[in-house]
């Protein structure tokens, strides 16, 4: 517990942890879980994943089961954003004509960790979740999404494509979007966050080598007071 002056009763600390792309990533997911673990050193905690989790890597089916189970725990402490990834995979699913665009992006390897070999063969409970998944979190100070948001437009902005999917004019204007914004989709292949004045980009290209990372919040700023990783 923090006190302030004359003895005033201060809440305790919240920290929030922001969970860039995992892409079946399994092994670094649970590693990253149990840094954030221990870093909480018991202080109140929430977890905000930034979607794909899916494609590429060697355990899509893995990484959501598990991401499944922490938030099934802690309902009110755990939200889990869609990706475009997860948005191409329920495109495959519900239309056949579209199911190449996802199996040449990656979509192979999570069928097979799925142990299927089409789309529409997936675990109707993981459409399910993945189908009710939000496209955007906001709290005091921050937005999170997968992708992004247009400048200029309302925010957060009320296109769902542009938030699965934007980078440009996204990346590279300096926009203030009213809060600080957390997001990811965008692989930075050095393995390191990417910190701008109104913006970071969580996704270090873990799949590709680099680093699962996750950022760490408080009430008191928009940006990263710190970041965990795992290469």
């Known amino acids: 517990m923090r006190w302030g002056s004359h003895a005033e009763k ?21 590693v990253l879980l149990d840094k954030i673990e221990e870093h909480r050193a018991g202080r109140a905690r929430k977890l905000v994943f930034l979607g794909d989790y899916i494609d590429r890597g ?3 089916a893995g990484v959501i089961a598990l991401v499944r189970k922490v938030q099934e725990r802690e309902p009110g402490n755990v939200v889990c954003l869609m990706g475009n990834h997860e948005d191409l995979m329920l495109h495959a699913h519900y239309v056949p004509g579209l199911r190449y665009n996802w199996l040449m992006n990656g979509g192979s390897a999570a069928l097979r960790s799925f142990g299927i070999a089409s789309p529409e063969d997936l675990p109707s409970d993981v459409v399910r979740w993945v189908k009710d998944l939000p496209t955007f979190h906001e709290d005091g100070q921050r937005f999170y999404v997968h992708a992004g948001f247009r400048p200029g437009m309302a925010t957060p902005d009320p296109d769902e494509h542009t938030r699965l999917w934007i980078r440009e004019p996204f990346l590279s204007e300096q926009h203030d979007f009213g809060k600080y914004v957390i997001h990811g989709h965008t692989p930075l292949h050095a ?8 913006r970071t ?3 270090t290209a873990c799949v590709y080598g680099g680093a699962l990372t996750a950022g760490v919040f408080t009430d008191e700023r928009g940006p990263a007071i ?5 290469e």
Do not use: K, M, W
């Open 201 to 203: 980009n969580l996704d």
């Open 58 to 60: 060697p355990d899509s």
């Open 191 to 198: 393995g390191e966050p990417e910190v701008h004045p109104y």
């Open 226 to 230: 710190q970041f965990l990783q795992v």
């Open 10 to 30: 201060v809440e305790p600390l919240v920290l929030t942890y922001a969970i860039g792309d995992i892409h079946g990533c399994l092994n670094h997911l649970r």
